[in-house]
């Protein structure tokens, strides 16, 4: 009978329904409701550059991500995009701050969407039926991105007491804008740097409209502080089933900003889960250097073929209820260490082969399910 890998069934959860929302494709990504929530990041290289720009969408691809937006800055980055286009395997979205000729540009060049600067759309008033035409006759969505830094001038006033309500009114008013054409495939972001006014800002904007939504914390900041502002503002609002997209904004490579927006999905039961490694924090009891062993063992798991629960315990405490849990497991001290295969021993080796012998014990059940998951 063939061997069941992968995660336990999670238990039940309590998340809201998806609120309903407009449905959008961005490429060959649905966006909204219907669809499941994506990853998205930005790329950091000068878009001109298309040998590094490839190079960088080719790694965030890699670790998950979903849609990438290339900054459009100069004719030098308009003229790219065809190139980038061409060769992404996912969705390019353009992000245009202050040229709309750049928008025209981006929809011309196949790009799967466009973000615009709130703060700057008054500025060309007069182009806004232009676009929505040319955007409409491409299908090619728009996100609308507020945040503290492009907010709509008549907001700030509003802004030094009702942030949220700032954000919202300046995301809003520019959506008219596109409306009062007839143009409605928008997205729509609120972001703020505080995790509380960000839960607060997208919460007020879920109620008035039914726009699809793209999360953000934004310039969240190094990478532990903006992990956890993102995970905390995200995770609130995803279980409230708030949240169509998502993009953590950390000062780290893109390609940690996708690993970390992609473990905040699978944590909420949004994404399926790839590896996951149960380790205990370590403390007095411990006989073996739980952070060293977890570490080893995390990197002698990536990209293996199928998703595991690895527990990685440092004493008999926790150790064997834990595997019960996991896949494999091993339960460490006194220089070896207790494998487990779903709850039970199998083995004792000696602390230097506990890496192995996991790695052998997975590779077993991988042959035993013929090498697929779930089957």
Do not use: W
Request: charged share 20%; aromatic share 4%; glycine share 8%.
């Amino acid at each position: 009978m063939p061997v069941e890998l992968g995660m336990p069934a999670p238990p039940p959860r309590s998340t809201t329904a998806r609120r309903p929302t407009r449905q959008l494709r961005v490429g060959a990504v649905g966006v909204g409701s219907d669809h499941p929530v994506s990853v998205q990041t930005m790329t950091t290289t000068v878009t001109a550059d298309v040998d590094a720009t490839l190079q960088q969408i080719a790694e965030v691809t890699a670790a998950g991500c979903d849609i990438v937006r290339v900054a459009v800055p100069s004719g030098d980055d308009a003229r790219a995009l065809p190139h980038l286009v061409r060769k992404s395997p996912v969705p390019v979205v353009a992000d245009i701050h202050f040229q709309p000729r750049y928008v025209f540009a981006a929809i011309d060049a196949g790009c799967a969407a466009v973000r615009v600067n709130p703060g700057n759309i008054r500025r060309f008033d007069d182009k806004v039926a232009e676009i929505a035409r040319a955007a409409a006759d491409a299908a090619v969505p728009i996100r609308i991105g507020v945040n503290a830094g492009s907010l709509d001038p008549r907001q700030r006033v509003l802004y030094r007491t009702a942030p949220a309500e700032a954000l919202v009114a300046s995301a809003l008013s520019e959506c008219a804008l596109f409306e009062e054409h007839g143009f409605r495939d928008l997205k729509l972001s609120v972001k703020h740097h505080d995790p509380v006014v960000t839960i607060d800002a997208y919460r007020i904007l879920a109620e008035r409209c039914d726009y699809p939504l793209h999360l953000g914390v934004t310039e969240a900041g190094p990478a532990m502080q903006g992990t956890v502002k993102s995970a905390t503002a995200f995770g609130v609002l995803l279980r409230e089933g708030i949240g169509d997209t998502i993009r953590v904004s950390l000062t780290e490579h893109p390609v940690e900003q996708v690993k970390v927006g992609c473990a905040i999905l699978e944590a909420l039961g949004l994404r399926p889960r790839r590896l996951e490694i149960v380790s205990c924090p370590s403390c007095g009891r411990a006989q073996v250097e739980v952070r060293e062993l977890a570490a080893r063992v995390s990197a002698a798991f990536d990209g293996f073929p199928v998703p595991l629960r690895v527990a990685v315990m440092g004493c008999v405490v926790n150790g064997p209820g834990e595997a019960r849990e996991a896949d494999i497991g091993v339960s460490a001290g006194n220089g070896k260490g207790q494998i487990f295969v779903r709850g039970e021993v199998t083995r004792t080796v000696p602390e230097h082969r506990i890496v192995e012998a996991l790695i052998e014990e997975a590779q077993e059940l991988l042959d035993a399910s013929g090498g697929a998951a779930g089957v």
